[in-house]
């Protein structure tokens, strides 16, 4: 009895184990044919319970302007405006990561978050490390089928290192708040719910040399 006990038990759970491996399917399913993406519901269940268990794959690159090596760490060559976009990745909130991005020479780069259309007429945001701004200022600006308006924020500093020294970047996009790091401190916080989504990239300008090593996304 007790072994006849046991088969049944057993075979219980491999048939509940069975249906919830029905459901599940079926649930993703319903989601892939509505356009939601299963790993990105887990990442926000995930990111909503405060863990940064979910990043992404970077390591695909493509060159929307100028002349950029793609390697590690990755640098432009260009002497006008340059601009490149992780491939195959949009997002909502995320917390973006270069752990080291050296300006050479120049007047700046910047980092694209929520960007779309970016083969056309661009629209998004960027955070710009921008020394020619002001004697030297850390921006967010919003752009608009491809013209960069006025700042969302600035802030100005002078006597801050721009050229020459290795810099961890980090921007925190949560909502309609974009809050900026460099090197472990908040410089920067700007607002605007215009664009809820979108890809990432950099961008050069004015004859800027600057290389980006461990660029990295991860749910906030």
Not at 27 to 53: F, N, P, Q, T
Not at 184 to 204: A, P
Request: with cysteine; hydrophobic share 35%; glycine share 14%.
């Amino acid at each position: 009895m007790e072994r006849d006990r046991f088969r049944e038990d057993g075979q219980g759970a491999i048939e509940y184990a069975l249906i919830f491996a029905l459901i599940a399917g079926v649930v993703a399913l319903a989601l892939a044919l509505m356009g939601v993406s299963v790993r990105d519901v887990y990442c926000d269940v995930m990111g909503g319970m405060g863990k940064e268990v979910c990043s992404v794959d970077l390591t695909s690159w493509k060159v929307r302007r100028g002349k950029w090596s793609l390697g590690e760490p990755m640098c432009n060559k260009s002497s006008g405006q340059g601009s490149v976009f992780a491939d195959g990745y949009t997002g909502k909130d995320a917390v973006i990561t270069i752990d080291s991005a050296k300006l050479s020479r120049g007047n700046g780069y910047g980092v694209y978050f929520r960007a779309t259309n970016v083969n056309k007429r661009l629209n998004g945001y960027t955070f710009q490390y921008d020394p020619g701004y002001g004697g030297g200022a850390f921006i967010i600006r919003k752009w608009v089928h491809g013209h960069e308006l006025p700042p969302l924020a600035v802030k100005k500093d002078r006597n801050f290192p721009w050229h020459g020294s290795d810099n961890k970047i980090q921007l925190k996009i949560v909502g309609d708040t974009f809050t900026v790091f460099v090197n472990g401190e908040q410089v920067l916080v700007g607002k605007d719910d215009t664009y809820k989504e979108g890809g990432i990239g950099l961008r050069t300008w004015d004859g800027t040399r600057a290389c980006f090593k461990g660029i990295s996304v991860k749910t906030p």
